[in-house]
């Protein structure tokens, strides 16, 4: 049996300024710990009291209004993913109230064996109003989504997201074992169009890989990184990096950014990849060669020359050709979605 290398550590940013990351590090394209960057935030205080201190906290800061949660019987030990015949999944969304959640989470923080519970991705401006102002970041001039990340132990597929992503573990203790974005072919993704919380998935479980079913896993796994985060630490995960996560204790809360370079009109790439399977995947061997040569010259000509494939075209008339912006994107998208309809 091979043996799995051992992931290399996340590089660690020195001197961070608590609640101000730089620049450099929010445009790097590698993943950077920022040890203790919201260390003076009240709730990684109260979280470094006690787990009970922290929940009060949130329940004060509680909207009243319902969320989201993923529930699973104790035997999925956290690990939230598909059921064998990966034609459904091993738990269950549910819509409780913000309060419930933490009641469920005070209840069994004790158990041996918990139920599995999960509360990921949910706006803090819809669940806590106002919680924000008391846990200001200086993110400079983006305006990024915050969003709350709420469990007990739970282990999270390899996953991609599109936007960069600043992760901030305000209670409990995370692991982020990354793999750069070239690693796709080494890590067996499962369905693009049926997963478990709308971002595609590694069938491989990192606690007991099997390389016998996933033998380019090993691959993977030597260019792996790890960053294990205190409350208090924050990790930067640039866009489009695979990125499994555990939280290892009772008791886990994380507050993460997310924000894109680009301007909000411009749709997520999984749309064009997705159109591509349907227009240009069972195409002839020989055709798709030349639509991979059309898709070099239109889309991924260097910057520098990506002017010049329409320069011979005047350009007030260049069309899709020319620049785009907001009013062009949607007359496009108009167009694409009268097309697709037919």
């Known amino acids: 049996m091979s043996t799995l290398a051992v992931p290399e550590p996340v590089e660690v940013v020195e001197h961070v300024s608590p609640l101000a990351p730089s620049d450099a590090v929010l445009e790097a394209r590698r993943p950077l710990l920022l040890r203790g960057l919201v260390r003076d935030w009240p709730i990684v205080r109260a979280a470094r009291s006690s787990p009970a201190e922290a929940i009060a906290l949130?329940?004060?800061?509680?909207?009243?209004?319902?969320?989201?949660?993923?529930?699973?019987?104790?035997?999925?030990?956290?690990?939230?993913?598909?059921?064998?015949?990966?034609?459904?999944?091993?738990?269950?969304?549910?819509?409780?109230?913000?309060?419930?959640?933490?009641?469920?989470?005070?209840?069994?923080?004790?158990?041996?064996?918990?139920?599995?519970?999960?509360?990921?991705?949910?706006?803090?401006?819809?669940?806590?109003?106002?919680?924000?102002?008391?846990?200001?970041?200086?993110?400079?001039?983006?305006?990024?989504?915050?969003?709350?990340?709420?469990?007990?132990?739970?282990?999270?597929?390899?996953?991609?997201?599109?936007?960069?992503?600043?992760?901030?573990?305000?209670?409990?203790?995370?692991?982020?074992?990354?793999?750069?974005?070239?690693?796709?072919?080494?890590?067996?993704?499962?369905?693009?169009?049926?997963?478990?919380?709308?971002?595609?998935?590694?069938?491989?479980?990192?606690?007991?890989?099997?390389?016998?079913?996933?033998?380019?896993?090993?691959?993977?796994?030597?260019?792996?990184?790890?960053?294990?985060?205190?409350?208090?630490?924050?990790?930067?995960?640039?866009?489009?990096?695979?990125?499994?996560?555990?939280?290892?204790?009772?008791?886990?809360?994380?507050?993460?950014y997310w924000w894109r370079r680009v301007p909000a009109y411009m749709d997520t790439p999984m749309v064009a990849l997705m159109t591509a399977l349907l227009c240009i995947r069972e195409l002839p061997q020989a055709e798709r060669a030349i639509w991979r040569d059309v898709f070099d010259h239109y889309v991924f000509a260097p910057d520098s020359d990506s002017a010049a494939v329409a320069a011979h075209i005047p350009e007030p008339v260049r069309r899709v050709l020319g620049a785009l912006d907001e009013t062009a994107a949607r007359e496009l998208r108009a167009r694409l979605l009268h097309r697709l309809n037919r």
Do not use: K
């Not at 529930?71 to 059921?83: D, M, T």
């Not at 990966?86 to 041996?112: I, K, M, Q, W, Y």
């Not at 998935?201 to 205190?230: K, N, Y």
């Open 58 to 256: 949130l329940r004060a800061a509680d909207g009243g209004g319902p969320v989201t949660a993923f529930v699973g019987p104790p035997s999925i030990r956290g690990r939230y993913f598909y059921n064998d015949a990966l034609d459904g999944f091993n738990f269950t969304p549910e819509r409780h109230r913000f309060s419930s959640v933490l009641d469920a989470l005070e209840r069994h923080r004790e158990d041996a064996e918990p139920p599995a519970l999960y509360m990921g991705s949910t706006t803090v401006d819809e669940c806590l109003p106002g919680f924000m102002a008391a846990h200001p970041l200086d993110m400079g001039a983006r305006t990024p989504l915050i969003s709350l990340w709420l469990g007990n132990r739970a282990r999270i597929a390899p996953h991609q997201d599109l936007p960069d992503n600043l992760a901030c573990v305000v209670a409990g203790r995370r692991r982020f074992t990354l793999f750069p974005p070239e690693q796709l072919p080494n890590l067996y993704i499962g369905p693009l169009d049926f997963t478990p919380a709308g971002q595609a998935i590694s069938l491989v479980d990192l606690h007991a890989p099997d390389l016998a079913r996933f033998p380019r896993f090993a691959e993977a796994m030597r260019h792996a990184l790890v960053a294990e985060l205190e409350p208090g630490d924050a990790l930067f995960v640039p866009s489009m990096w695979w990125h499994h996560v555990e939280s290892l204790d009772p008791f886990n809360a994380l507050i993460n």
